[in-house]
């Protein structure tokens, strides 16, 4: 299945319901009232041979174009508007599987996106040439899924999770060469940001590029504590931590790309508040960014970052380290951080 958001109440403010880059400064709310007056309209498609032609064709126009597009739609039965999880992306109004779909407007296309796209060139370069041009992240990942991206011969839609990921890797992989003459940061930085009810501190110290997601969420009975470590060897907790850390990179690296610094990266995400699972990866991605967006507290040295951290962080500095090998990550001794009596 493959199809469009699209709203049925024409307003003025459509264009940024699927836009989340606009979104800086609004409330979980405003966000989840936009995003309950789309409905995902679908149509079934043979996704390796891209199946039928001209629905393909439909739905890679829409993705290219700058402005919203009306559409005719032909459907069965409109369920009554409510948001419905859609896991590691952000919520919507229900599916709906539609009949026909028809271009009804004239669509205002990209056209630097659309001769990106229409390069004959590996996946990731094209995506490393969007993104550098500020397309958005959801830009890029929808002509990823749509099989517009990569070497013609092997081009095929894919679902927009797998997108979002072979996305994200490529812009990081490509960032990591591009870090290789850059300088490193010289400092020991600490961002603190409160984004929707959720709390980011996120550390930056001096070390190759590298980006450690913690997160803390508090439930009803318990702390649900999520790890993914970047390297080798390090495996992501559970698969939502591991598309959580997915985006918190993304925000990381790009950073790192605006800031010609490379650095290590730490990230400690703590979720008070249960009606945010709904924004799905998104809010740690717009969490991170928002907290790189402030102005930083400077430390003279990794063993004081301890010591900072402990009095900033809700919960304790212990409850998160648990089982993770955190004073390898800060860069100090073990010994160290035992005698401070912090883990």
Known sequence: ????????????????????????????????????????????????????????????????????????????????????????????????????????SHPEISRVAERICKKDIPASEGVWQLLGYDYSLEQVTRWMSLGMLGRKKNRRIIPLRSAFKAVIDAFIDRSVIEFVEKETTETVRLYIENTCGDSFIVLSRPGEPRVDYLSIENTTDALARGVSLEGPGHVASDPKTSVYADHARYSAYRHMNETKLKSHIIIFHYSQKPQNRMLGPWLVRAGVHDALQTSPVRIDDARRAVHVLESVLQPGLDHWSVDIPLHNRLGIAAEAVHASSLF
Request: proline fraction near 9%.
């Open 1 to 104: 299945m493959a199809g469009v958001l699209a709203s049925i109440e024409p307003d003025e403010w459509l264009s940024i319901y699927d836009h989340p880059e606009s979104w800086r400064g609004f409330d979980r709310e405003t966000v989840l009232s936009m995003r309950k007056h789309l409905y995902r309209f679908v149509i079934p498609i043979d996704a390796r041979e891209m199946q039928p032609e001209d629905y393909i064709h439909s739905l890679q126009t829409i993705s290219l174009s700058v402005a919203p597009v009306a559409l005719g739609v032909e459907v069965s039965d409109l369920p009554p508007h409510r948001l419905h999880a859609l896991g590691s992306q952000l919520p919507s109004s229900p599916i709906v599987q539609a009949t026909s779909l028809e271009i009804l």
